[in-house]
């Protein structure tokens, strides 16, 4: 078992920065692929990004790429979202999530832990 706490989520202006943290408890993140995921109000999750067991692989939403960097620190066991030239659009509850398999996927329903979520809400 693995326990996931996000934080970062606020309010920010179009074109502003963020960075979520992903804290994890319980076993190591070298574990698991590490994604995160958002939801907008009416609209299904989606991924976002996602960072490989080891570190060394990293995949992104087209909508976010060039924008957002994930990254891992194991010495913490947290995981970061950095989130630059924010846009209205990007505004949701960002939730981090573990994947146990042995290929890193996007794919919503295979991650089996998740976070309560963090919002993030960028005005115009």
């Known amino acids: 078992q693995v326990q996931l706490v996000e934080s970062g989520g606020g309010l920010v202006q179009a074109g502003g920065s963020l960075r979520l943290s992903c804290a994890a408890s319980g076993r190591t993140l070298s574990s698991y692929t590490m994604g995160w995921f958002r939801q907008a109000p009416g609209n299904e999750r989606e991924f976002v990004a996602l960072?490989?067991?080891?570190?060394?692989?990293?995949y992104y939403a087209d909508s976010v790429k060039g924008r957002f960097t994930i990254s891992s620190d194991n010495a913490k066991n947290t995981v970061y979202l950095q989130m630059n030239s924010l846009k209205p659009e990007d505004t949701a509850v960002y939730y981090c999530?573990?994947?146990?398999?042995?290929?890193?996927?996007?794919?919503?329903?295979?991650?089996?832990?998740w976070g309560q979520g963090t919002q993030v809400t960028v005005s115009s």
């Open positions: 999530a573990a994947d146990s398999g042995i290929v890193a996927v996007t794919t919503r329903s295979k991650y089996d832990y």
């Open positions: 960072i490989s067991k080891s570190g060394r692989s990293t």
